[in-house]
């Protein structure tokens, strides 16, 4: 279906992920005519690439940003700090499947956790128990094992590794996790062939992703468009101060307008802000949606680390599901341990090429060579943590560097809170004690990767002056604007967030549709 660019009557989604194609979905289940501006390609399944670097180079939003702050990534990769992916799907495409529900205090950060100096804590206007009748649809939109009577993944060596040194210091919550990757057949996708190249978009289509799941189901109900190659540079507002449609640029570089009567932005934590700053106007000059000064503020991207251990013998962590293996002990609020809030350990993997490149970036010399020796007998931690959001930690319109459209880029400020340096070491002395307690010969612990989780830069809360947007992610400032991904979260919580995502996506759109049919937008 195809919609005139003068068409006022549709909803425009910015970004095709988690969060915009969900909404884009449910919101055509419900006769409701969407625009999908994607950045990106359509790239399909038969075209993902088994091959790190090769899949990277096809998928990964590799435009110009900037960082700064004492979080490793700005040292070793300035110009790269969050692994995102531009193509239709968004990082639904790269996402390694791990879907994980907040436990109730985790929506109550600052009652939970207090004045914790430096951070500026807040709890969600929602709670777990509004959430939970939306988390049963996205558990069984997604096919999340173990929920729905949907049987768990097999586990690979690399989890097995992990399972017997996990019960070896004495863990209880160990599983191959709760994974929207198919264990069985189910909703026309196959079960998962244990291919090993998750991160690299799913060649079997066993992993849920909206390229071929959201987005299908919604073209067939032909209420949406999908424009892919469509870059928005800004959203624009009528005088009243109502978002009133989008300029995009396509794959020419062309400008196009296209009017809308709703406006969702779906961009991932850095983007998002990004085009919220880059819409200021005479009526809004500090950016849309920013009266409180929140936009881009609080950003999140969790306390991460990897623990790799060594043995003497072939463990081949490359082989099978990449992620299908977690413990959850440690997903708790325990301040005994010497910080707030809980982190997860899960299995992770990395090809030869990312191993080299994210092993201890920079590092050469026969340390690093006997790591890479001994790469087939090698088993992979990653620990993923709640951070504690900072007013400081933000992102903002780079001074200088412009993108090709003349707009200038993201620029990404990340600092360590005291707390999330804290729980990374815990992470990292539980993770090498796991290996250890099964004849690991030497321990290495990694430092973080470039972000997978972006998060809170466009934060949810009570009042307005706190932050961008309201309990449907509908900004205080303006009403038929929104913002659908990562942004909206107010703490990040010690999990995975993809299913946060898709969660408030499918009741975002059940409001939108609900005011829009009353004509309240």
Same mark, same amino acid.
């Given at each position: 279906?195809?919609?005139?660019?003068?068409?006022?009557?549709?909803?425009?989604?910015?970004?095709?992920? &988690?969060?915009?194609?969900?909404?884009?979905?449910?919101?055509?289940?419900?006769?409701? $005519?969407?625009?999908?501006?994607?950045?990106?390609?359509?790239?399909?399944?038969? #075209?993902?690439?088994?091959?790190?670097?090769?899949?990277?180079?096809?998928?990964?939003?590799?435009? *110009?940003?900037?960082?700064?702050?004492?979080?490793?990534?700005?040292?070793?990769?300035?110009?790269?700090?969050?692994?995102? @992916?531009?193509?239709?799907?968004?990082?639904?495409?790269?996402?390694?499947?791990? &879907?994980?529900?907040?436990?109730? #205090?985790?929506?109550?950060?600052?009652?939970?956790?207090?004045? +914790?100096?430096?951070?500026?804590?807040?709890?969600?206007?929602?709670?777990?128990?509004?959430?939970?009748?939306?988390?049963?649809?996205?558990?069984?939109?997604?096919?999340?094992?173990?929920?729905?009577?949907?049987?768990?993944?097999?586990?690979?060596?690399?989890? $097995?590794?992990?399972?017997?040194?996990?019960?070896?210091?004495?863990?209880? #919550?160990?599983?191959?996790?709760?994974?929207?990757?198919?264990?069985?057949?189910?909703?026309?996708?196959?079960?998962?062939?244990?291919?090993?190249?998750?991160?690299?978009?799913?060649?079997?289509?066993?992993?849920?992703?909206?390229?071929? %799941?959201?987005?299908?189901?919604?073209?067939?109900?032909?209420?949406?468009?999908?424009?892919?190659?469509?870059?928005?540079?800004?959203?624009?507002?009528?005088?009243?101060?109502?978002?009133?449609?989008?300029?995009?640029?396509?794959?020419?570089?062309?400008?196009?307008?296209?009017?809308?009567?709703?406006?969702?932005?779906?961009?991932?934590?850095?983007?998002?802000?990004?085009?919220?700053?880059?819409?200021?106007?005479?009526?809004?000059?500090?950016?849309?949606?920013?009266?409180?000064? /929140?936009?881009?503020?609080?950003?999140?991207?969790? %306390?991460?680390? &990897?623990?790799?251990?060594?043995?003497?013998?072939?463990?081949?962590?490359?082989?099978?599901?990449?992620?299908?293996? !977690?413990?959850?002990?440690? /997903?708790?609020?325990?301040?005994?341990?010497?910080?707030?809030?809980?982190?997860?350990?899960?299995?992770?993997?990395?090809?030869?090429?990312?191993?080299?490149?994210?092993?201890?970036?920079?590092?050469?010399?026969?340390?690093?060579?006997? +790591? *890479?020796?001994?790469?087939?007998?090698?088993?992979?931690?990653? !620990?993923?943590?709640?951070?504690?959001? /900072?007013?400081?930690?933000? @992102?903002?319109?780079?001074?200088?560097?412009?993108?090709?459209?003349?707009?200038?880029?993201?620029? @990404?400020?990340?600092?360590?809170?005291?707390?999330?340096?804290?729980?990374?070491?815990?992470?990292? $002395?539980?993770? &090498?004690?796991?290996?250890?307690?099964?004849?690991? %010969?030497?321990?290495?612990?990694?430092?973080?990767?470039?972000?997978?989780?972006?998060?809170?830069? =466009?934060?949810? =809360?009570?009042?307005?002056? #706190?932050?961008?947007?309201?309990?449907?992610?509908? %900004?205080?400032?303006?009403?038929?604007?929104?913002?659908?991904?990562?942004?909206?979260?107010?703490?990040?919580?010690?999990?995975?967030?993809? +299913?946060?995502?898709?969660? +408030?996506?499918?009741? /975002?759109?059940?409001?939108?549709?609900?005011?829009?049919?009353?004509?309240?937008?």
């Amino acid at each position: 279906m195809a919609f005139d660019l003068n068409d006022g009557s549709v909803v425009v989604i910015i970004g095709s992920g &988690s969060g915009g194609g969900t909404l884009g979905n449910e919101l055509a289940q419900k006769g409701v $005519k969407v625009v999908i501006l994607e950045a990106g390609s359509r790239i399909e399944i038969p #075209d993902f690439v088994n091959n790190e670097w090769d899949a990277f180079t096809q998928l990964a939003w590799k435009d *110009m940003r900037t960082t700064s702050g004492n979080w490793r990534v700005a040292q070793d990769f300035p110009n790269l700090p969050a692994w995102i @992916v531009k193509a239709v799907g968004g990082t639904s495409v790269h996402w390694a499947g791990a &879907s994980l529900r907040f436990r109730d #205090d985790e929506f109550r950060a600052k009652s939970t956790y207090g004045g +914790l100096q430096g951070a500026n804590l807040l709890d969600w206007p929602i709670t777990l128990q509004d959430l939970e009748p939306y988390y049963a649809r996205a558990e069984d939109k997604m096919g999340v094992t173990r929920t729905n009577g949907i049987p768990g993944l097999p586990g690979n060596n690399n989890y $097995k590794v992990m399972e017997a040194g996990a019960r070896a210091v004495g863990y209880k #919550d160990v599983s191959t996790g709760r994974m929207a990757i198919n264990s069985q057949p189910r909703h026309g996708r196959g079960a998962c062939q244990q291919i090993g190249f998750c991160f690299e978009g799913c060649k079997s289509g066993a992993k849920w992703s909206t390229l071929y %799941t959201e987005i299908p189901a919604a073209e067939k109900t032909g209420n949406i468009e999908v424009r892919p190659d469509s870059m928005v540079l800004q959203v624009e507002h009528d005088a009243s101060g109502k978002a009133s449609g989008v300029v995009y640029a396509d794959a020419n570089g062309t400008h196009h307008r296209q009017k809308a009567r709703v406006v969702a932005i779906a961009g991932n934590s850095l983007e998002t802000p990004r085009l919220l700053l880059n819409s200021a106007t005479a009526m809004f000059p500090d950016g849309l949606a920013n009266s409180s000064g /929140q936009v881009g503020r609080n950003y999140m991207r969790h %306390t991460t680390g &990897s623990v790799y251990g060594i043995f003497d013998k072939p463990v081949h962590m490359y082989r099978g599901t990449t992620m299908a293996g !977690i413990i959850r002990d440690e /997903q708790r609020n325990d301040p005994s341990r010497g910080f707030f809030g809980g982190y997860e350990m899960e299995t992770i993997s990395l090809g030869v090429p990312f191993a080299a490149a994210f092993y201890n970036p920079g590092a050469w010399g026969r340390g690093f060579t006997s +790591l *890479m020796d001994d790469y087939p007998n090698t088993a992979g931690i990653w !620990i993923v943590g709640e951070d504690m959001p /900072q007013e400081t930690n933000r @992102v903002t319109l780079d001074g200088t560097a412009k993108d090709k459209f003349g707009l200038p880029v993201a620029s @990404v400020h990340y600092d360590d809170h005291p707390n999330d340096a804290a729980m990374r070491e815990h992470g990292f $002395k539980q993770g &090498s004690s796991v290996y250890e307690a099964v004849g690991a %010969t030497r321990v290495l612990r990694t430092p973080p990767y470039p972000s997978t989780h972006n998060l809170g830069t =466009s934060r949810m =809360s009570a009042r307005a002056r #706190d932050g961008v947007v309201n309990k449907w992610g509908q %900004t205080h400032d303006i009403p038929n604007l929104f913002v659908s991904d990562g942004s909206q979260f107010t703490s990040s919580a010690g999990c995975n967030p993809t +299913l946060t995502i898709v969660t +408030l996506a499918i009741r /975002q759109a059940d409001h939108i549709a609900d005011s829009m049919s009353k004509n309240e937008i």
